[in-house]
């Protein structure tokens, strides 16, 4: 394994010593591994906190400052945080208006979440909370754990970050939150295994001649394994489940984000978004926003994912506000 | 060790059931690379070296605290399904052990079917969805059977030992329908569930430790 | 090789497509490969302009936009562009103040760009030249190439483009540009080798147990191949060198730049961060401004890269300034 | 063939030159693995494939023409430091062919001179820099000292094309000073130099075609 670390057990914890010297304007929390906007909690704003296992850089922690998030809790890596650092993050973002939870669609995930909604509310916190679920890679049934959360929930904490700076109440915010899940679809795939430090090995073995269709963030396996294709093939195979599954045309046009998976390139990003942007004016989808980079990763994977977003002029109004993050930035 | 548990005997239990997990960890991440995300050994060495730490700072309270504090504790520590799910499990037990001092057969029994319970409502898996109910919910059933069989503690927990590896061995062929396994579909199938490998080992180190 | 691309000879092209439908706010040249700002030339501002071999995205296309860079021309892979391309690079973004060259300590780079200096001046624009060579783990000497250009062209770049955005004439950007190179040193490490499209194969053998230090942007190897070694010491490794080559400590402060080589995570990103921080502490160095994550990358090789930037006011002034481009953004 | 060199005899070297590049890409490109950044051969195929577009599409210049519109082809499709240093090569070699219509030996010994100088001039590279100059030099000097001999010019070419193979080959044990490979320093030697070994394909193309 090659990587920069010291001890595999002191990975996250030592990456958030990095990310609160890189960042004044953000605190971090060694104890309960939490990053907080320097000025948490806002009066009077809803606050939004979100977390997950590590590994996924920029996001949580990345997207944390104004115009996004309030707090980020990271668990260990591909590891959902536990209840108390929920907890601990949720009263260290309320303004008194209420917190939101964003919480990505995994089991692990959601149980901790719950306990710590239920905890919260037991110290008087009004929480809601949003899962997100736009893996397409995944059928969705009652039957089983639902489709993952992956590249929407990027979009959702921008988007919902705008929401709450404006003012809108915690009922309001989360209605934006479940707009934005319920109009977004993501498909993935990889070209290689991450490899998780304490395992010390690749997840998954991927010949040199293949790759993973419909791969998670944690390198779960995908739909399927297929042999290595041109880029502009493999823009189909994560294009068309994505179209098949909600009616992108018409309306107010798409967001269009092509997220790198952690070793991709950003020259091969590229490349794969002119290849999207190419199918998605075929089929008639119009694009009028778009996001190309590693986002919302897995660790030192190569590959890449597509996420589609149906835009209105309220999701227009609210992505282009400004946002102050190391992550995603601009009119700040 | 005799018919009744007390904190003692479950002290043993835990510490021989951290070591099992220890012993094992690479084997669970292992059964998890394949159909999860490779951290379920890891998960629960974090979670029972926490344990032990805790059990080694505070040795001497009542089964019912003790089972409590596991619980909180690995809520606390592990993270992932696991840490909602295996907490709720001693969270529970502890909520059915009451104010006894020592718990009798039955009433082991009866805590370990609560924790179960607790588990179903955290996770709402059935029997079937390959995951750690499917080794748990065996040898609850084939401990409540013995003990009503009239077997000592000892040989009843031995009975739920041999359930709970049969019930672990039943998840290999089985399409799972909850957690992350359940992503791979049809995949799945094939591989054994690390949840019912853990949970196993949970139940063979209660044989070889209780009763 | 698995790489997100169709045809090897034409993944330059092709992400240059990908660029324009991505960010309408600049202009491509695809027949000459140059990403232009959408508004060049700017009436009376000093034009920027910079360009080398692709394969280190986002520099330079990625830093094309108002307070940074007014073109940026794409070589082949690893290949500096040639003279026609910087020739109407440099007509392109003339505004009437003459234009700056930012060039790479490249052999090839300096030649190309000198010749076309020489055509430019032929066609009666004015051009300065200003050389980036920061990298400490070539030994510096009139008998050779002398050292690369690495990690300090980010913040030159940065820097500049403030400086040219203020009005300031092309000799005073120039010389802004010449302090800034003249205070900034940088070193890199690969874990892992580069893979050139167009060779099909990684260029160079690394053992599962060893790492490079000393490594070059385009996978030229290093100073030394040693054991992989824990994140601190691989910081000491590239921190001493550089503070053994200049006097960071007292002054102004520092900029502390750790750089991902492309297929490194941001999470280990961070981890190098903190240790690079804890030695500038230690060393008595005062960290006043930091940059962390993927900016001058090669490819899809893991590794990272430090650069020190000694700061005084005008730089941190110039630093701070609003940028607006798609690799990096504030203010704006 | 004959003791001249016209356009076409000079299209002829060139397209064997092409050829020999294209044969001999993945050859200099491992070569620049070694000590370089792995695209000499991807450059100068890329370069002679535009060069031969050129000459299909426009045969019939005189020589001056001919070499001119190489060397700017050169450099405006190869890049890197080849293109300047191979298009300066043959842009200096097309303003020493003058208005001749057929260079006798001696006009094309000059302009190959005249190209060496060019290459010097742009690059600063003196010989045992470890680069095309230490194939070139000695080529141009062979060719030279050949001809003072009274030898006919494939004989010379002949000649310079085994002293540019040795110079190519002197590059090997040599510890480099320019281009990329400087950045090596001792670990440079061992090597051969791509640029030398281009060079060499070069001369040998030109005493397979010419004279
Ligand atoms: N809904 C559920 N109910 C019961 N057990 C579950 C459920 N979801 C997952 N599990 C168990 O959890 C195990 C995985 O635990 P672990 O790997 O530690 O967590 P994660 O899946 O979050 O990485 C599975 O093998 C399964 O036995
Ligand atoms: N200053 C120089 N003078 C003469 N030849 C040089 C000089 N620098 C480099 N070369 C030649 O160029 C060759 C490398 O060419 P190429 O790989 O195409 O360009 P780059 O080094 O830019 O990738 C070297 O092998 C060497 O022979
Ligand atoms: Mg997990
Ligand atoms: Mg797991
Ligand atoms: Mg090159
Ligand atoms: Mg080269």
């Known amino acids: 394994m090659k990587k920069l670390i010291n001890d595999t057990a002191d990975v996250v914890t030592e990456a958030l010593r990095g990310v609160e010297l890189a960042h004044p304007?953000?605190?971090?929390?060694?104890?309960?591994?939490?990053?907080?906007?320097?000025?948490?909690?806002?009066?009077?704003?809803?606050?939004?906190?979100?977390?997950?296992g590590s590994g996924h850089e920029p996001l949580h922690g990345g997207f944390v400052g104004p115009g996004m998030l309030d707090a980020a809790c990271a668990g260990e890596v591909f590891t959902s945080p536990v209840p108390d650092q929920m907890l601990a993050a949720t009263q260290g973002v309320d303004g008194g208006a209420g917190v939101l939870h964003i919480v990505k669609n995994y089991t692990g995930d959601v149980m901790n979440f719950e306990m710590a909604a239920e905890l919260a509310a037991a110290e008087g916190v009004e929480v809601e909370a949003v899962v997100t679920d736009d893996d397409v890679a995944v059928q969705d049934s009652l039957y089983t754990a639902g489709r993952r959360g992956v590249g929407v929930t990027v979009l959702l904490e921008k988007i919902v970050g705008a929401a709450a700076d404006e003012g809108r109440d915690l009922k309001a915010v989360a209605e934006v939150a479940r707009k934005v899940d319920a109009n977004g679809r993501s498909m993935g795939m990889a070209l290689t295994s991450c490899t998780v430090p304490a395992a010390g090995k690749p997840t998954f073995d991927l010949p040199d001649d293949q790759m993973e269709i419909g791969i998670g963030i944690h390198g779960e396996p995908g739909r399927r394994r297929v042999p290595l294709a041109p880029a502009r093939e493999v823009a189909e195979m994560l294009v068309e489940p994505i179209l098949k599954d909600l009616d992108f045309?018409?309306?107010?046009?798409?967001?269009?984000?092509?997220?790198?998976?952690?070793?991709?390139?950003?020259?091969?990003?590229?490349?794969?978004?002119?290849?999207?942007a190419a199918i998605l004016r075929k089929a008639g989808v119009r694009v009028v926003r778009s996001l190309v980079g590693p986002y919302i990763t897995s660790l030192d994977m190569a590959g890449c994912s597509v996420t589609l977003l149906k835009m209105d002029d309220e999701l227009v109004h609210l992505w282009d506000a400004p946002v102050n993050t190391p992550g995603l930035r601009w009119g700040a | 060790m005799g018919e009744t548990v007390g904190?003692?005997?479950?002290?043993?239990w835990l510490r021989a059931f951290a070591d099992a997990v220890s012993e094992n960890a690479d084997e669970l991440t292992a059964l998890d690379s394949a159909i999860g995300d490779a951290d379920h050994g890891a998960n629960m060495r974090r979670g029972m070296n926490a344990v032990v730490a805790k059990l080694d700072a505070a040795p001497d309270v009542a089964p019912a605290a003790l089972l409590k504090t596991v619980g909180m504790t690995l809520v606390s520590t592990v993270g992932g399904a696991s840490g909602p799910l295996y907490g709720t499990l001693f969270l529970r037990m502890g909520t059915s052990a009451g104010d006894r001092a020592e718990l009798d057969a039955q009433a082991f029994a009866a805590a370990l079917r609560a924790g179960l319970n607790g588990v179903v409502a955290?996770?709402?898996?059935?029997?079937?969805?390959?995951?750690?109910?499917?080794?748990?919910?065996?040898a609850v059933d084939a401990l409540d059977a013995a003990l009503t069989d009239g077997a000592g503690l000892s040989d009843a927990l031995h009975a739920a030992a041999t359930a709970a590896d049969r019930g672990s061995d039943a998840t290999i062929p089985l399409v799972a329908r909850k957690g992350r396994a359940s992503y791979l579909g049809a995949r799945s199938a094939g591989h054994r569930d690390p949840g019912a490998t853990s949970t196993a080992l949970l139940v063979n180190t209660a044989a070889a430790s209780l009763g």
Chains 1, 3 share one sequence.
């Open chain 1, 249 to 276: 045309t018409g309306g107010d046009g798409v967001l269009a984000f092509v997220n790198g998976m952690g070793a991709t390139p950003l020259l091969e990003l590229y490349l794969m978004y002119g290849e999207v």
């Open chain 1, 25 to 52: 304007q953000l605190r971090v929390d060694h104890q309960n591994k939490i990053v907080f906007r320097g000025d948490a909690p806002v009066r009077g704003k809803v606050g939004l906190i979100s977390g997950g």
């Open chain 2, 122 to 138: 955290r996770g709402k898996a059935v029997l079937g969805d390959k995951t750690m109910v499917d080794a748990l919910t065996p």
């Open chain 2, 7 to 12: 904190s003692a005997a479950l002290g043993r």
